[in-house]
């Protein structure tokens, strides 16, 4: 509960008092039912508003302008001006203005100050729930859960929670449900239920009406043989999408590759590719065959060329387990 309101910066400079306390009831279904209200209080020296979506001309606070209510020291985040819907004696509607309002959203509703009300001239009349002007309704002050409001905007309670009010105590229940209806069939087709079941085989899901209840398959067959998935899911060889690790170095670590070619240059039917991972560099080599020899002088041929070239030498070589590579490779 607020017990006492104090503005640094944002009051009236011409107010010489200390500011004045206000207060706003702590209780759940109040706090809840004005939450979008604006109540108007007699002990506040400034206006308050929650809602940042209402303001215009809105501007930051400083770092220093906060409010004191009790013990706690409240930051304000902005300052502004709101519009205000009001009652006028005809029971018509009107905008009014409110300045120098100050944002903070941690306030369970908005407030509108007596005091400023005051020095414009207008008074309350509480006997009559009004603010006169000049001896004339300028606004109506409804109560509306103990709070004299200005504007009010009620708050529909959640779906889930039923509101009882008694003379000394608000209570919310929790709605009970029940149903002795049997639940309705869930049907579908044969490929709806492929993907609930988390893709089952065609002839367990001509099982599952037989040894289930609430559910029936409004189709017998799979609309195609095996799915996407569950083809990625059973394949015998998979493919890693994974990015190779990079090179530390130029030629620290390389890739490389046997391709066979359908026409060649001659008896050269072959290409060994060396990728560098680190500079990028591709290096070919046409070969006539890809016996185990073969390959390997290759790879020392070209190990020799990175070494006299750039005196760099190949650490690493990462190969698809090409099986003409043999044993002599991996030694």
């Not at 500011?19 to 702590?26: G, Q």
């Not at 809105?58 to 013990?71: H, I, K, M, N, S």
């Amino acid at each position: 509960m607020l017990s006492q309101g104090k503005l640094s910066k944002a009051r009236d400079e011409n107010d010489k008092t200390n500011p004045s306390a206000f207060t706003v009831p702590n209780t759940d279904h109040v706090t809840y039912a004005l939450q979008q209200s604006i109540i108007l209080d007699s002990g506040a020296t400034v206006h308050v508003c929650n809602d940042r979506t209402r303001f215009f001309d809105y501007r930051l606070a400083e770092d220093d302008d906060v409010l004191y209510a009790g013990d706690s020291i409240i930051p304000i985040t902005g300052l502004g001006k709101i519009n205000c819907t009001v009652t006028c004696s005809d029971n018509t509607k009107r905008k009014i203005t409110l300045h120098e309002v100050v944002y903070i959203p941690s306030f369970h509703c908005s407030v509108a100050s007596l005091r400023k009300f005051l020095k414009a001239n207008v008074h309350w009349d509480t006997a009559n729930a009004r603010l006169t002007y000049e001896g004339k309704t300028f606004a109506y002050t409804p109560i509306h859960h103990g709070q004299w409001c200005l504007e009010y905007h009620p708050v529909e309670p959640p779906i889930a929670l039923q509101a009882t009010t008694t003379e000394n105590e608000s209570q919310a229940v929790f709605r009970a449900h029940s149903s002795r209806k049997p639940k309705p069939i869930n049907s579908g087709s044969a490929d709806e239920w492929h993907n609930r079941m988390g893709h089952l085989y065609e002839e367990a899901l001509k099982q599952l009406p037989h040894q289930t209840t609430g559910m029936s398959l409004t189709t017998q067959h799979l609309s195609q043989n095996i799915c996407e998935q569950c083809s990625l899911t059973n394949s015998k060889r998979k493919l890693s999408r994974r990015s190779p690790e990079p090179s530390p170095a130029p030629y620290h670590t390389v890739d490389f590759d046997l391709i066979q070619m359908t026409i060649g240059n001659g008896d050269a039917i072959y290409v060994m590719h060396f990728y560098c991972r680190h500079s990028h560099m591709n290096h070919v080599y046409i070969l006539t065959n890809k016996k185990e020899n073969t390959l390997l002088l290759t790879a020392q041929a070209f190990c020799a060329y990175v070494k006299t070239r750039w005196d760099l030498k190949v650490r690493i070589f990462h190969r698809d387990n090409e099986p003409s590579c043999g044993n002599r490779w991996d030694a």
